[in-house]
């Protein structure tokens, strides 16, 4: 008989419980420590204590690793690429509970005492008593997908299937994607050395809800991109006293921000899906401390969802939502001048971040420009964010004949979208899946766009130079603290799918996973669609039985 490791339901849950057990929050040392540890897991595992060479860390910055564990069959060329995250967010929200986050059978049975229970929302409460949910910080989102990785990598090399897998866990999905974006030239790399062909990129993530009281189970052939224009406004500083002096940066940004937020010229609609309308994610003025100067110096984040659209696309309708947003905002500020009797500071322009560098390099030099950028860059204590909008204050500071004026911008990070809806082996994978979930006399259902934002954006990438270059030319981080891999993503080419377990309420303190989908259901489902890629789907009926 042979022995597994991660073969029955209990064993999956005691793998998934040591997982989540190892707190790997965004940019903290538990998420540098994550890889290491796993690696050591799988070397548990004799494919991998005979292979070792197929087990491989890659530096994704800061501390951090990204893991693949390539099982081989040594007469197999065709691979599926197991993808899934380890970071999670973070756990403040658990209040005093916040200790047990990462202990999910003891959160969970701690939850069920009177003073716990009774401050739950009735549904959480109502599945807490089913106890067919185990809770905790990435139960859901998405250790369990690693498990169920790890449970396919043990019986496929145990089993010998005909097929290669290339388990592929990364971190910081939940912040940049660092950790997908360095592993994206990795995985070519390991096609190219092992003479692979990539047949498919199944990620693992949590099927997700459409609304508070949806409890369909979903199956994603696609992932949503999203976007992040942004702007610095420009103003003009004065004293409070002297208010028609200068104009203030707030007074700028509240045109295009009322403008951005809802606006339907950015909803993009597909196969039947939509995507959700745009909001700002920040906006703020750049002064450090009180005074009585005016604020002439603000910044904006807006958040933009994408299906078709490319970078370049949503930058010319930015760039058209900020012109007319400009000029309302000068004819208001037209009609105060004359009830006032003042001249005024001047209309204000629109740029592109692009043009303000072509400026500032003619101006300044290319040496200047560079110290300058530099010095926003060197704070460690600023994110690819802010570091973005500071290059562009720096520039503006030192050319402000160009003021008044709103810069528009890209901020990192970038997800473009993928589908592959139409793929004929996706389609006919989702038929057989929705036949294996009827064996537990369950249905799922197929949303052709993942509406969590996934790593699956950085794969499978089809555009020609022009639909990225906008981003490129328009990020003041790009090539310095932030890139993606355009050209590597281009032929990373395979059909994406997400399938995964049950779960709700990702991101929050009541985050949960449904038992008998993750340690039940999904171990047959996956296993039933690796094999399908080898096995003819008429012999499968019994698979998924």
Known sequence: MKNYLWGTPSTLRSLLCELVSWDSRTLTEGECAFAP????????LTYFKDNPERLELHDAGLGRHAVTALYKHPEATETIVLMSHFDTVWTEE??????????????????????HKKDLPDAVRIDLETGNYLFGRGTMDMKMGIALHMQLIEKASIEKWPINLILTTVPDEEVNSAGMRAAVTELV???EEQGLTYKLFLNSEPSFSQNPTDIAEYIYSGTIGKIMPAALFYGKETHVGEPMKGMTANYIASYLTQRMEWNELFRETDLGESTPLPVSLQQKDLKLQYSTQTPYRAVAL???FLMKRTASEVMDLFEQVAIEAMSTCNDSYKIICEREQVKGVGEVKVLRYEQLLDHALIKLGAEEVERLKQEALNNDEWD???????????LMIQCQELAPATILLYAPPYYPAINSSNDPLVIQTIELMKKAAKTFNNTVEQIHYFNGICDLSYVNYEDDAEGWAAFESNTPVWGDTYSIPFTEMAQLKAPVLNVGPFGKDAHQRTE???????FVEMPVMLETLVKSMYVPNESLETCAG
């Open 37 to 44: 540890k796993l690696e050591g897991k799988l070397k548990e």
């Open 302 to 304: 807006y958040n933009v």
């Open 189 to 191: 790399r390991i096609r």
């Open 384 to 394: 690819d964010r802010e570091k973005s909008l500071r290059i562009v204050d720096n």
């Open 94 to 115: 658990y209040g005093v509970l916040e200790p047990l986050a990462f202990h999910p059978e003891e959160l969970t049975k701690k939850l069920l005492e009177p003073k």
């Open 512 to 518: 949960r996973l449904h038992v008998d989908s993750a």
